[in-house]
């Protein structure tokens, strides 16, 4: 049973930084495709960022130039640095794994930015 151990959240004033980690454990398989996604208070869940193993990175528009996504294959984690953040990037960020039919998600760590 593969598991995702999400950290990095909090709170942080605009302008701030933060980075998220995502392990994946629990897998003896590098993931086909890691990656983030995340939920606003009364908004459906949307794509953030996902990266496939030895492949080109993705963002959404909304964080392109503001975020980064990084992974560590060799520790089935990965990485989202945010810089510049904005009130609107408050939400809680759900870390997203798939190899395969296969898809985890990680129970989530909130992000809160204050303006």
């Known amino acids: 049973q593969v598991q995702l151990a999400e950290s990095g959240g909090g709170l942080v004033q605009a302008g701030g930084s933060l980075r998220l980690s995502c392990a994946a454990s629990?897998?003896?398989?590098?993931?086909?495709?890691m990656g983030w996604y995340r939920q606003a208070p009364g908004k459906q869940r949307e794509f953030v960022a996902h990266?496939?193993?030895?492949?080109?990175?993705s963002y959404a528009d909304s964080v392109k130039g503001r975020f980064t996504i990084s992974r560590d294959n060799a520790k089935n984690t990965v990485y989202l640095q945010m810089n510049s953040l904005k009130p609107e990037d408050t939400a809680v960020y759900y870390c997203?794994?798939?190899?395969?039919?296969?898809?985890?998600w990680g129970q989530g760590t909130q992000v809160t930015v204050s303006s």
């Open positions: 629990g897998s003896r398989f590098i993931a086909n495709v």
């Open positions: 997203n794994v798939r190899h395969g039919p296969s898809e985890y």
């Open positions: 990266m496939p193993a030895g492949g080109r990175w």
